[in-house]
């Protein structure tokens, strides 16, 4: 069994210590000698995950012009080294900043499959920092890290520009998903990715027996409050969640304030995090 290390109002006073401190290399080789999980939430779906062994996830890096991410996270040498980069599908606010990242750090962006076809095929990168899996696949990216793809109801496109035109063009983006991140110590971390409610999220709950879910709440593109807290209650009921996807645009309107008043009572603590705060999370 695994529970998060601190209440709201204790984790954003940790958070703040650990900021003071200056940059996420620290805070991740901390994670490293403590055994414990730090999520770092960075605005709309992007996330820094340091694992017990010290590796590092990144999912959804949207930074530079995501207008929740803190300054600091702006550059993208602030992540520190990054082991792990994963993108849910191809709308610029999951993938925009993912490229730059798999050159900095010489590693595979894992997407959706024919996302990442397309991509290899316009040369956004090489072809050996574009592998393929898909939807059920389970892979190993750093020792002790699986992640598995599953299902999001939601859509994916690839729009990049032709550098012959100087025009957008629209590209095959490949099928969108969630993950299934499961860390050295047994933890599992269920990021939705962008979805809308779907019935199959009670069997990932019931097959994979999430932790903690990462839980877009903003409506419009995604589960709004509402549908985000039916599926906590009835179908997740994880130990904890953090709401994701809203504030980030007019359209995203959900608030974490509604998730929770709509969730009620519920064993499930909703982490609202504040871009640039983490949650820490350890074996009890
Ligand atoms: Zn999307």
Same mark, same amino acid.
């Given at each position: 069994?695994?529970?998060?290390?601190?209440?709201?109002?204790?984790?954003? %006073?940790?958070?703040?210590?650990?900021?003071?401190?200056?940059? !996420?290399?620290?805070?991740?080789?901390?994670?490293?000698?403590?055994?414990? %999980?730090?999520?770092?939430?960075?605005?709309?779906?992007?996330?820094?995950?340091?694992?017990?062994?010290?590796?590092?996830?990144?999912?959804?890096?949207?930074?530079?012009?995501?207008? /929740?991410?803190?300054?600091?996270?702006?550059?993208?040498?602030?992540?520190?080294?990054?082991?792990?980069?994963?993108? !849910?599908?191809?709308?610029?606010?999951?993938?925009?900043?993912?490229?730059?990242?798999?050159?900095?750090?010489?590693?595979?962006?894992?997407?959706?499959?024919?996302?990442?076809?397309?991509?290899?095929?316009?040369?956004? /990168?090489?072809?050996?920092?574009?592998?393929?899996?898909?939807? @059920?696949?389970?892979?190993?990216?750093?020792?002790?890290?699986?992640?598995?793809?599953?299902?999001?109801?939601?859509?994916?496109?690839?729009?990049?520009?032709?550098?012959?035109?100087?025009?957008?063009?629209?590209?095959?983006?490949?099928?969108?998903?969630?993950?299934?991140?499961?860390?050295?110590?047994?933890?599992?971390?269920?990021?939705?990715?962008?979805? @809308?409610?779907? $019935?199959?999220?009670?069997?990932?709950?019931?097959?994979?027996?999430?932790?903690?879910?990462?839980?877009?709440?903003?409506?419009?593109?995604?589960?709004?409050?509402?549908?985000?807290?039916?599926? %906590?209650?009835?179908?997740?009921?994880?130990?904890?969640?953090?709401?994701?996807?809203?504030?980030?645009?007019?359209?995203?309107? @959900? %608030?974490?304030?509604?998730?929770?008043?709509? /969730?009620?009572? !519920?064993?499930?603590?909703?982490?609202?995090?504040?871009? $640039?705060?983490?949650?820490?999370?350890?074996?009890?």
């Amino acid at each position: 069994m695994l529970f998060p290390c601190f209440s709201g109002r204790r984790l954003v %006073t940790g958070l703040a210590t650990v900021l003071a401190l200056g940059l !996420s290399l620290t805070a991740g080789m901390a994670a490293a000698q403590s055994g414990k %999980t730090d999520v770092l939430w960075l605005g709309q779906s992007a996330f820094r995950i340091t694992s017990p062994g010290g590796k590092v996830i990144v999912v959804d890096p949207w930074l530079k012009l995501n207008p /929740l991410t803190p300054a600091l996270y702006k550059n993208l040498d602030a992540l520190g080294k990054v082991d792990v980069l994963l993108v !849910s599908h191809g709308h610029l606010d999951h993938f925009a900043d993912a490229p730059a990242l798999a050159l900095m750090h010489k590693i595979p962006m894992y997407a959706p499959g024919d996302m990442n076809q397309s991509a290899a095929l316009l040369g956004i /990168l090489p072809p050996e920092l574009l592998p393929r899996f898909n939807k @059920g696949g389970t892979i190993t990216p750093a020792p002790g890290i699986k992640v598995t793809a599953v299902h999001a109801e939601h859509s994916s496109v690839l729009v990049w520009k032709n550098a012959a035109t100087g025009k957008d063009e629209t590209h095959v983006g490949g099928e969108p998903l969630g993950f299934i991140i499961e860390l050295e110590d047994g933890f599992k971390i269920y990021h939705m990715g962008d979805t @809308g409610l779907f $019935g199959d999220m009670k069997f990932i709950a019931d097959y994979y027996k999430p932790d903690l879910v990462l839980m877009p709440i903003g409506g419009n593109f995604t589960m709004g409050p509402v549908d985000a807290a039916f599926a %906590t209650r009835e179908w997740l009921k994880p130990k904890a969640v953090i709401p994701m996807h809203y504030g980030a645009n007019p359209l995203g309107k @959900g %608030t974490p304030a509604e998730f929770i008043q709509a /969730l009620g009572a !519920s064993s499930t603590r909703v982490l609202a995090l504040k871009p $640039g705060e983490k949650a820490e999370f350890s074996k009890p």
